[in-house]
T-cell receptor
Framework: KNEVEQSPQNLTAQEGEFITINCSYS?????LHWLQQHPGGGIVSLFM???GKKKHGRLIATINIQEKHSSLHITASHPRDSAVYIC???????????FGKGMKLTVNP | NAGVTQTPKFQVLKTGQSMTLQCAQD?????MYWYRQDPGMGLRLIYY???????DKGEVPNGYNVSRLNKREFSLRLESAAPSQTSVYFC??????????????FGEGSWLTVV
């Protein structure tokens, strides 16, 4: 069983929809990261969080440490949000990251 | 601009050839990484360096060597390239302690094809 699980694996949405991407992990963590990768492109860090909630523009990330679960929400989705979203965790005192396999989001106009 | 710079962006190698991927970061991060990304596999750690002078094997180290030349630079070497090493390679650096520039930062990727 992968230590970091993402669901769904693929998601297609219409422009304007509210989108939720989930991440569950089975290990103790010091931080959780949400990353974005556009097709053929590099990887950008969206959030790093260890508790609570963070917001940046239309993106909101939450984490529940007790339930070992995090969600990434996209409000008023747009076709430019189409990308692969990757969840990763860093464990304990190490900065080594464990990655989920990513979720491919397609937002249609 | 702050960030991670890796070179080359594209490379085609013949089986058995050697090459080095270069990576440098200017954020004064201690930790640096080399990952490979293959379709359906996600990012897999090849090697990790927690600080200058230290390196650790990751999930898929076979066929690779690394060198942490100084705090800024972390290179990845393929001594005898094999078709199984055809992949996209990402260098990254991170600082997870509070305060900017914390988080993980990736280079733009290196597309390597071994024929």
């Amino acid at each position: 069983k992968n230590e970091v699980e993402q669901s769904p694996q693929n998601l297609t949405a219409q422009e304007g929809e509210f989108i939720t991407i989930n991440c569950s992990y089975s290990v103790g963590i010091s931080a959780l990261h949400w990353l974005q990768q556009h097709p053929g492109g590099g990887i950008v860090s969206l959030f790093m969080l260890s508790s609570g909630k963070k917001k940046h523009g239309r993106l909101i990330a939450t984490i529940n440490i007790q339930e070992k679960h995090s969600s990434l929400h996209i409000t008023a989705s747009h076709p430019r949000d189409s990308a692969v979203y990757i969840c990763a965790v860093s464990q304990g005192g190490s900065e080594k990251l464990v990655f989920g396999k990513g979720m491919k989001l397609t937002v249609n106009p | 601009n702050a960030g991670v710079t890796q070179t080359p962006k594209f490379q085609v190698l013949k089986t058995g050839q050697s090459m080095t991927l270069q990576c440098a970061q200017d954020m004064n991060h201690n930790s640096m990484y080399w990952y490979r990304q293959d379709p359906g596999m996600g990012l897999r750690l090849i090697y990790y360096s927690a600080s200058e002078g230290t390196t650790d094997k990751g999930e898929v180290p076979n066929g690779y060597n690394v060198s942490r030349l100084n705090k800024r630079e972390f290179s990845l070497r393929l001594e005898s390239a094999a078709p199984s090493q055809t992949s996209v390679y990402f260098c990254a650096s991170s600082e997870l302690r509070p305060g900017p520039p914390s988080g993980i930062y990736f280079g733009e990727g290196s597309w390597l094809t071994v024929v």
